[in-house]
Antibody
């Protein structure tokens, strides 16, 4: 059974940084593209970023480009999202998602990031 | 890349059928058969319901079906049940510089 467990969220001041982690199990992590998707409180889903199996290709939503960095450690079966220069509008639940070939196959339970002074 | 357009809410009585539309453009829905649908109950993570326009993952009820015509995709729920009350989101691959886009979301209410 696929399991994705996010961690690293919390309350941070504007301009601060966080590193989100996602521990993956139940599938061959190193064979799969992975995504981060976020959802602001009471709002819809927004795709944030993805990374290919060996970590050599990444892409980002325009709203986070230059501030967020996705990475992975296939030896540790872990996906990361480094988020810098945080803004109030980055406040959201961040989901780690396993790719299913142009769709979002399995989702973690999410980790909440709150940006406030 | 703007979000795909969905109705804010759709409602129906138990046993009825409802359809949720998802409108995009030729650069997303109209250009690819990579439309997917997700169900989200309050406080829970989204769940994949339909992929590649009309395919159901194992374990998803056959009351859920998907289709596409031009730049608009649709999700139909037949034999509506109380447990179907949730938010539903469509998604598509896009040729823009943001490769994936979600819909605005639709709240389904079972009367």
């Amino acid at each position: 059974e696929v399991e994705l467990v996010e961690s690293g969220g919390g309350l941070v001041q504007p301009g601060g940084s966080l590193r989100l982690s996602c521990a993956a199990s139940g599938f061959t992590f190193s064979d799969n593209w992975m995504h981060w998707v976020r959802q602001a409180p009471g709002k819809g889903l927004v795709w944030v970023s993805h990374i290919n199996p060996d970590g050599s290709r990444t892409a980002y939503a325009e709203s986070v480009k230059g501030r967020f960095t996705i990475s992975r450690d296939n030896a540790k079966n872990t996906l990361y999202l480094q988020i810098n220069s945080l803004r109030a509008e980055d406040s959201a639940v961040y989901y780690c998602v396993k790719d299913g070939y142009f769709y979002f196959d399995d989702w973690g339970q999410g980790t909440l990031v709150s940006v406030s002074s | 890349q703007s979000a795909l357009t969905q109705p804010a809410s759709v409602s129906g009585s138990p046993g009825q059928s409802i359809t949720i539309s998802c409108t995009g453009a030729s650069s997303d829905i109209g250009g690819y058969n990579y439309v997917s649908w997700y169900q989200q109950h309050p406080g829970k993570a989204p769940k994949l319901m339909i992929y590649d326009v009309s395919n159901r993952p194992s374990g998803v009820s056959n009351r859920f079906s998907g289709s596409k015509s031009g730049n608009t995709a649709s999700l139909t729920i037949s034999g509506l049940q109380a447990e179907d009350e949730a938010d539903y989101y469509c998604s598509s691959y896009t040729s823009s510089n943001t490769p994936h886009v979600f819909g605005t979301g639709t709240k389904v209410t079972v009367l």
